[in-house]
Each structure stands twice: as C-alpha cells, then as structure tokens.
C-alpha cells in the first residue's frame, strides 16, 4: 500500500488489521463469486444446478456474515437465482 503512512503505533496496527481483513474478505468474496458461476454453469446445460443450491446458499450466507456483501443483497441474489432455476 503505497502513498499514506502511518505513523502513530495504533494507525499502524489498524493499518496491519485492515490488510488482514481485505485478505479473508477477497477469499470469501471469490469463493462466493465462484460457486454463483459455477450454479450459472449449470443452469446453462452444463450440470444438474438443484443439487449446486445448498453450495450456492452456503458461500452467499457465509458472505453475508461475514460482512462481504448486505443482508438483502445475499437474499436478493438467492432469490433471483433460485427463481432461475423453476423457469
């Protein structure tokens, strides 16, 4: 991270916690990201997408919880791909 640097002890340990915290969150956004396209993959002909639900609800919730994504942006993603589904 270029440009501001801390220089009080706790702006650079907040700045240290931040970077941490932006590792586990672009984990969790990529495994959610992921498991969406992989559902969208089967969707498409490419595989069964009934059984991939749990697996999608799974990543989309645990991105929710872990404050990747908002609540209702988690559900609005459920339900729109799920509705996808039934068509």
Known sequence: MLGHMA????????????????????????AMKGAVLDFKKALAGKGDAVTQIPELYQAIDKAVKQGVIKPNTGARMKSRLTKRVQK
Do not use: G, Y
């Open 7 to 30: 220089i009080i002890k706790s702006a650079k340990k907040a700045h240290r916690q931040s970077l941490r915290k932006r590792v586990f969150n672009l984990r969790r956004a990529r």
